[in-house]
């Protein structure tokens, strides 16, 4: 019997009746002779729930512990699905993270999997039952549970559909597939059939709330086709996969937005080898992600950069700056600014020139200023003020035609 590994994300399960929805179509699944692995996430609003009880009583909680109380969102959710599959004559068993021996590098709330041995799943499997496995979480070595970040259950689910050789896996969300923008700031964005690894990772890291991008890093790694479609509909959904056949004049396959995004700027940078380095080795040893980077022309042994980091990391970028900048002589932090990031992503742009042009004209003739640039080989995007960020994805969207 072939494996099919399904997702189900928070809104899917939100509640008492989602959950008993999605019941019934893993029974579906199975009894059209699949053997079915489910992983869910915690239900829509309970890890925000935890997250404020916890800063209710400790300001700063320790990571450690935070990941511990994270991962009860999704202990509560698979023991709710398999009592709902037995309630529908469906034999399941449920299993934590670490019964499932997802194996860690062990660095809390953003650990990365190092290992899946899978636990007993196989055996459950052979023996007629359907195993919910609990998303986001593993262990590490030494026993302490970690979490993969928001969107982690993804990640779960398709190491998972790796390690057991999955004939399929599917992403079951609250949108039917991976849509040429945001549908909510685009009315007449278009579902894709079809995707490749490259372009959904580029829309994924730019800010499309449809997938995590580790879970699309680690599918693209290991060669691990999957499918996003919809929980509350029987269509077919959008597929990503190595290869994708494409038009030859495509030049933008889709257009994301960030609005979780955070530009700090540093002043009086001194003009030497190794004065930006520094800056970037403190970024790494806290452990945060920077991406959009501008440094100007220096004046008088001077120079300014500027660059951004995702919100949630904000607080500990700037802190460890301060530190850093107690030495005035190494530079100043300026004033930290919230930026929209708003990116064109498509494979035709290795073959195809004009795509800036075009992108930064029709910003300019809505009168959309840009802040920041970066570009890579598929990807371009630009800062802008968070006013106009729904405005510039609407612009950028009309000015490549995706809405045909």
Known sequence: MSI?????????????????????RVKRTLTEGNQVVVVVSARAGVTNQLIERASAILKNPTEREMDVLMTCGEQETIALMTLALHALKVPAVSRTGWQAEIITEGIHTKSRIREVRGGDIRKQLRAGNVVVVAGFQGVSDHGDVTTFGRGGSDLSAIALAGALRAKSCQIFTDVEGVYTADPRIVPN??????????????????????????????????????????????????????????LEDT?????????????????????RPGAAAAIFKIMSETDVVVDMIVQNVARNG????????????????????????????????????????????????????????????????????MLMISTSE??????????????????????FDLGK
Request: proline share 3%.
């Open 4 to 24: 099919v590994v399904q997702k189900f994300g928070g809104t899917s399960v939100a509640d008492v009746d989602c959950i008993k929805r999605v019941a019934k």
């Open 189 to 246: 964005a278009c579902k894709m059939p079809a995707i490749n690894y490259e372009e959904m990772l580029e829309l994924a890291s730019s800010g499309s709330k449809v997938m995590q991008t580790r879970a699309v890093e680690f599918a693209q790694k290991h060669n691990i086709p999957f499918e996003v479609r919809s929980t509350f509909s029987n269509k077919t959904g959008t597929t990503v996969k190595k290869k994708v056949k494409s």
């Open 251 to 271: 030049l933008v396959s889709g257009v994301a937005i960030d609005k979780n995004q955070v530009r700090l700027s540093i002043t009086e940078l001194p003009d």
């Open 302 to 369: 001077k120079a300014n950069l500027t660059f951004t980091v995702p919100t949630e990391d904000a607080f500990r970028a700037e802190k460890a700056l301060k530190a850093h900048f107690l030495d005035q002589s190494a530079g100043k932090l300026g004033k930290s600014t919230n930026i929209a990031k708003v990116s064109v992503v498509g494979v035709g742009m290795r073959s195809h020139s004009g795509v800036a042009s075009k992108f930064f004209e029709a910003l300019a003739n809505a009168g959309i200023n």
């Open 378 to 399: 598929i990807k371009i995007s630009v800062a802008v003020n968070p006013d106009n960020g729904d405005d510039a994805t609407r612009v950028a969207h009309q000015a």
